[in-house]
C-alpha cells in the first residue's frame, strides 16, 4: 500500500514539473483572443452584474435567451473564473497558472482512470505514459494557454473524476468483481468456462478498484482445476471470504450518487462534460456482455446483471433529465452563428454539407496525429467546403470512417465470440475519443466554429490511450524490439515538449500570436483583419491599410474591415473621398451597422456637408427605430450650425415620453439620460440656466448614480458661484466613476484661481487618490499648498514628485517648484531644478509635448534673467552677460517649440529693449 502511495506521488511530481516545463513560458502572457469578451469584459467574472445572473446567463455574459446568444452554458466555470477575480482582480498570470495546474491535474487524473480501469499488465508504466503523452500534447496549448479554455480543464477534471469514482461493476456488497482472470492459463475453453461459472470470474470486462480483491491467475502459476477449487471450493465460500473485506453495504450507491453529481458539474462546467454517461454506459455493457457470456442461460436474470441493467437505466435517466433542462434554460431555442464563423452550416446542398463535415472530422484527427500546423482560428474560408464528389480530399475522409468503423466491428467480434484478443483499452480508448468529439463534430448539429482546437482536449485522452495501447501491444508482440520501441515513445515525448514549448510562445505576446495564425492561415479574413487591427493600434497606418485592403480581397463582405479602414482614410484630406465610399459600401452590405452611419455623418460634418450629415442620420433613425445616438448625432449637428430651434425639437420629441413626462421613469435609460444631458447643454448656450438646472434634478431623480449628469449640474452650480455644492457633487461623480477625474481637475485648477483653496484642496485630494501616478495633478496641488501658506510643506512636497518624475513627463511639478524658488529669490537652485528636467529628457525616449517644452524652457529663461541681474549687481558683470544670452537662447527656442507661446515673445521683446 505504502508503494502505491509513493508512486501516486511520484507520479503526479512528475506530471507537474512536466507540465510546468512545458507552459511556464505563458505565465507572463496577457490576455489574448477570446480571453478579452469571455474573461475582461464578461460582467458575471468582472462582479460587475448580480450573482444570479450567473445561472440565467451564457459563457461570454449575454441572457441565454437572447437572441444573439451563443447558448454556451458553463455556469461552474464562470463561478471559478469570478472567484479568481475576486481574488487577484485581472492578473493573468494568476489566470495563466492555475490553467497549468488543472492541466497537470487533469493528466494525473488520466494516469489514475488508466491505471484503475484501462490497463492490466504493466498497469503502471502505460498509465504514466499516458498522463505524459496526454500532458505534453501539443494540441492542447490552446486550451491550456488561452484563459478561456478553463471551461475545458474544468470539464476535463469533474469528467475524470466520475470515471474514477464511479462503481463499475459493483456486486451486490457495493465492491468490485473479485477475480480477473486470464483466459491464456486456463488448460482448455471447457474449464475455462467451468472455472468461472464457479467462481463468478470476469474475463474481459473492467477490474475492481480494490487491489486487495484482485486475484489474477498467471502463466507461471498453477493453474489447475484442483488446486483453484482447493482454494475457492465454492461460490458460497467466495461470498464469505468477501463479506470480510467488504465496505459498508451502502458505499456503491453513494459513489453512484457521487459519479452523477460529478458528471452535472462536467456539463455545466463545458457541455461535452455530459458525454461521460456514453462512456460509463459502454463500460457497464462490456461488463454486462462479459458476464453473460459465462453464466448459463438459467441465470442470465441474477441479481449482479440487474444491478448492471438498473444502473444502465439510472445514467440513461440521468443523461435525458440533463439535456432536458439544458434545453429548457435555452428556453428550447437553438443558437444563432454567423455564416462566416461556420459557412457549411448555411449551405443549401446536404450532399455538400454531409462531405464537408466529415472532412472536418479528419482534418481533427489529423491534428490529433500530426499537431504541427497549429492555429487559433479556422474560419472565413480556411477549409473550403466540397462542392463535388470527385474532390479527392473525400477519400481522406472514407478512409478515416473505414479505419474507424473496422476498429469497431473488430472490438464487438472480438467480445461477443469471446476472443482473448478483446481489448479493454482500445475499447475505453475510442470510447473516451468517439463520444467527447461528438457535440463539436458538426455532424448531428451545427455549431459556432468550424475547428477549434480546444475542444480536442477530452478526445485527445482517447486518442493517447490508443497510441499506448498499441505500443504496448508491440512489447508484447515484438520482445526483441523493446529497446526500439522505448527510443520511440523518447522521441515522441521529446518531439511533443519542443512543439508545445514553441506553440506556448506563441501565446506570449499579442504580436506572436496575431503572427502566428498569419504563417498558419494567410488566407484566413479574419486572422488578416486581427492583424491589421493590431497594426491601427500601434499607429502602423500604412502597414495597417494593406492589411485591411488584403481582409476586403479575402471575404468582400467583411463590414468590420471596410468600416475601420474608411476611419483610417478620412483623416486623410486625399483619400476623404475614398472613406466616403466605403461607409457607404458597408451601409448597404449591413444595413443595421450603427457605426457606419455616425462615422459617415461625421464625415460629412467635417467636410461642412451638414445636409448629406442630416440625410445620413435621418435614414439611420429610419432603418434602426429607437436608436437615440442616432438622433443625438443629428441633434448635434444642428447645434453646430447654430440651428437651435431644430435640435430643440429633436431633443423633446425624442425625450418627451421616456424621460421629461410622467411620473413612470423605467424607460428613461441610460442612453435617454446621456442625450437629456446633451439638451442640457444646448439650453445652457442659449443661456436658459434655470429650464438646465430643473432638467438635471430631474435627470438625477431619476438615476443618482449618473456620473456625467452630476458633473453637468456642478458646472451650471459653478457658473452660479456655489462652489461648495458645485464641489460636493463633483466628488459623488469621481466616487461613482473615477474616470470622470479629468472634469474634477479642471474644476479644482478653476477653485485655485477663485482663490477657493478649501473646495480646491479637496478635489485634487480626490483627483490623486483616483490617478497617483498623473504627477500633473500633484505639481499643481503644490502650487495649492504654497497658496494656501504651507510653503515648507510644498516644496518637500514638489521635490519629491519631481525625485519621482524620472523621464521628466511631467511639466507642473518641475515649473511650480522652480517658481517656489523664484519667490524666494533662489534663482540659481530653479535654474538647477529645470536644467535636470531637460537633462532627463536627453536620457530617455519619452518626450515631453512641445508646448510644454516651450513652457519650461520659458521659466527658466525668466529665472536665468532674474539671476543675471543678480549676478551683475553683485559686479560680475561678464557672468551675468553670459546668463542673459543663454535667457535669450532659451526665449528663442521656445518660441520655435511653440509659435503661440505669447509670454516668451514678450519677455524677450523686454529683454530686447534693455
Known amino acids: 500500500m505504502l508503494r502505491k502511495y509513493l508512486s501516486d506521488w511520484v507520479a503526479f511530481g512528475l506530471l507537474t514539473v512536466t507540465t510546468w516545463l512545458a507552459y511556464k513560458d505563458v505565465i507572463n502572457g496577457p490576455f489574448l483572443h477570446d480571453d478579452i469578451p469571455a474573461i475582461v469584459k464578461n460582467p458575471d467574472v468582472q462582479e460587475n452584474s448580480r450573482f444570479s445572473s450567473i445561472i440565467w446567463n451564457d459563457y461570454w455574459g449575454t441572457p441565454l435567451r437572447n437572441n444573439g446568444s451563443h447558448k454556451s452554458y458553463r455556469p461552474v466555470t464562470i463561478l471559478f473564473l469570478r472567484m479568481i477575480h475576486s481574488s487577484f482582480d485581472n492578473d493573468p498570470k494568476v489566470y495563466h497558472g492555475v490553467n497549468i495546474f488543472l492541466h497537470a491535474f487533469a493528466s494525473y487524473l488520466l494516469m489514475k482512470v488508466c491505471w484503475s480501469l484501462v490497463f492490466d499488465d504493466d498497469g503502471f508504466l502505460c498509465s504514466l505514459l499516458v498522463g505524459l503523452l496526454f500532458s505534453l500534447h501539443p494540441i492542447h496549448t490552446e486550451a491550456v494557454c488561452g484563459v478561456v479554455g478553463c471551461a475545458e480543464l474544468l470539464c476535463a477534471v469533474f469528467y475524470l473524476l466520475a470515471l474514477l469514482v464511479y462503481p463499475i461493476g459493483s456486486n451486490q456488497y457495493g465492491q468490485g468483481e473479485i477475480i480477473t482472470y486470464d483466459k491464456k492459463s486456463a488448460t482448455s475453453c471447457n474449464t475455462e468456462a467451468k472455472v468461472e461459472r464457479n467462481l463468478n470470474v470476469k474475463a474481459s470486462g473492467f477490474s475492481s478498484n480494490n487491489p486487495s480483491l484482485r486475484y489474477r491467475v498467471k502463466r507461471k502459476h498453477d493453474t489447475s482445476m484442483a488446486t483453484i477449487e482447493e482454494k475457492y471450493n465454492n461460490e458460497s465460500q467466495l461470498r464469505k471470504e468477501t463479506k470480510k473485506n467488504h465496505h459498508f453495504p451502502s458505499a456503491a450507491t453513494f459513489r453512484m450518487g457521487l459519479s452523477l453529481i460529478l458528471v452535472l458539474l462536467a456539463m455545466l462546467s463545458k457541455e461535452s462534460g455530459i458525454t461521460v454517461l456514453a462512456v460509463l454506459l459502454t463500460i457497464e455493457i462490456l461488463t454486462g456482455i462479459s458476464r453473460c457470456q459465462h453464466q448459463e442461460r438459467k441465470k442470465f436474470w441474477n441479481r449482479p446483471n440487474n444491478r448492471i441493467l438498473g444502473k444502465c437505466i439510472v445514467l440513461l435517466f440521468w443523461g435525458i433529465l440533463l439535456v432536458l433542462a439544458r434545453f429548457w434554460i435555452m428556453d428550447w431555442t437553438r443558437p444563432i452563428f454567423a455564416k462566416p464563423d461556420n459557412p457549411t452550416s448555411v449551405l443549401k446542398n446536404k450532399l455538400t454539407r454531409a462531405m464537408t463535415y466529415s472532412y472536418l472530422v479528419w482534418i481533427n484527427m489529423k491534428l490529433l496525429i500530426y ?544
Open 371 to 914: 499537431p504541427v500546423n497549429l492555429c487559433y482560428d479556422y474560419s472565413y474560408g480556411t477549409i473550403p467546403p466540397i462542392v463535388s464528389i470527385s474532390d479527392d480530399r473525400n477519400l481522406l475522409s472514407l478512409c478515416l470512417f473505414l479505419v474507424v468503423l473496422g476498429t469497431i466491428v473488430h472490438l464487438s467480434n472480438n467480445l461477443f465470440r469471446n476472443k482473448e484478443t478483446f481489448s479493454k483499452a482500445g475499447a475505453m480508448g475510442y470510447a473516451m475519443m468517439i463520444f467527447p468529439f461528438i457535440p463539436a463534430s458538426n455532424l448531428f448539429f451545427p455549431v459556432g466554429f468550424v475547428v477549434a482546437e480546444r475542444v480536442l482536449y477530452l478526445p485527445s485522452a482517447g486518442f493517447v490511450i490508443c497510441m499506448v495501447h498499441f505500443w504496448h501491444k508491440g512489447l508484447n508482440k515484438f520482445p526483441t524490439k523493446k529497446m526500439w520501441l522505448y527510443l520511440l515513445t523518447f522521441c515522441v515525448l521529446a518531439a511533443y515538449f519542443c512543439l508545445t514549448l514553441r506553440r506556448t510562445n506563441d501565446w506570449t505576446s499579442k504580436e506572436n500570436f496575431l503572427r502566428s495564425g498569419l504563417a498558419a492561415a494567410p488566407n484566413n479574413a479574419k486572422i488578416r483583419y486581427n492583424w491589421a487591427n493590431f497594426l491601427r493600434e500601434n499607429n502602423r497606418l500604412d502597414e495597417a491599410i494593406r492589411e485591411y485592403q488584403k481582409t476586403i480581397e479575402l471575404y468582400p463582405e467583411y463590414v468590420s474591415a471596410i468600416h475601420n479602414l474608411a476611419t483610417i482614410l478620412e483623416d486623410d484630406q486625399q483619400t476623404m473621398e475614398e472613406a466616403e465610399k466605403l461607409y457607404a459600401l458597408a451601409i448597404r452590405i449591413q444595413p443595421f451597422h450603427e457605426n457606419s452611419y455616425r462615422n459617415l455623418a461625421n464625415l460629412f460634418v467635417k467636410q461642412n456637408k451638414f445636409d448629406h450629415a442630416t440625410k445620413v442620420l435621418l435614414r439611420a433613425i429610419q432603418v434602426i427605430p429607437g436608436e437615440v445616438t442616432h438622433a443625438v448625432g443629428l441633434a448635434r449637428i444642428f447645434v453646430t450650425r447654430k440651428q437651435y430651434k431644430q435640435a430643440e425639437k429633436i431633443f423633446q420629441h425624442l425625450l418627451s415620453r421616456p424621460c421629461l413626462t410622467g411620473t413612470k421613469t423605467q424607460a428613461c435609460t441610460y442612453e435617454y439620460q446621456m442625450a437629456l444631458n446633451d439638451y442640457v447643454e444646448l439650453l445652457s448656450k442659449k443661456g436658459d440656466i434655470k429650464t438646465s438646472k430643473k432638467l438635471l434634478g430631474r435627470n438625477m431623480e431619476i438615476n443618482s448614480t449618473n456620473a456625467a449628469t452630476l458633473i453637468k449640474m456642478s458646472n451650471i452650480l459653478m457658473s452660479e458661484g456655489d462652489t461648495y455644492a458645485a464641489t460636493q457633487l463633483m466628488l459623488r461623480a469621481i466616487a461613482i466613476d473615477p474616470n470622470q477625474s479629468n472634469n474634477a481637475w479642471q474644476q479644482a485648477a478653476d477653485l485655485l484661481q477663485r482663490k477657493r483653496y478649501e473646495d480646491s484642496e479637496r478635489l485634487y485630494i480626490a483627483v490623486i487618490e483616483a490617478k497617483p501616478d498623473n504627477l500633473e495633478v500633484q505639481g499643481q496641488f503644490g502650487a495649492l499648498l504654497w497658496e494656501k501658506g504651507k510653503r515648507q510643506e510644498a516644496e518637500e512636497f514638489l521635490l519629491n514628485v519631481t525625485f519621482r518624475d524620472l523621464s521628466c513627463e511631467a511639466e507642473a511639478p518641475w515649473r511650480n517648484l522652480a517658481a517656489i524658488q523664484g519667490r524666494e529669490r533662489r534663482h540659481k537652485e530653479a535654474i538647477e531644478v529645470l536644467q535636470t528636467c531637460f537633462k532627463r529628457q536627453k536620457k530617455t525616449s519619452k518626450k515631453m509635448p512641445h508646448s510644454k517644452q516651450s513652457v519650461l524652457l520659458c521659466t527658466l529663461a525668466k529665472h536665468q534673467r532674474d539671476r543675471s541681474k543678480q549676478i551683475h549687481a553683485a559686479g560680475k558683470h561678464t557672468t551675468a552677460q553670459t546668463m542673459w544670452k543663454k535667457a535669450i537662447q532659451n526665449l528663442q527656442e521656445a518660441m520655435k517649440l511653440d509659435e503661440k507661446n505669447i509670454e516668451a515673445k514678450q519677455i524677450l521683446k523686454q529683454m530686447a529693449q534693455a
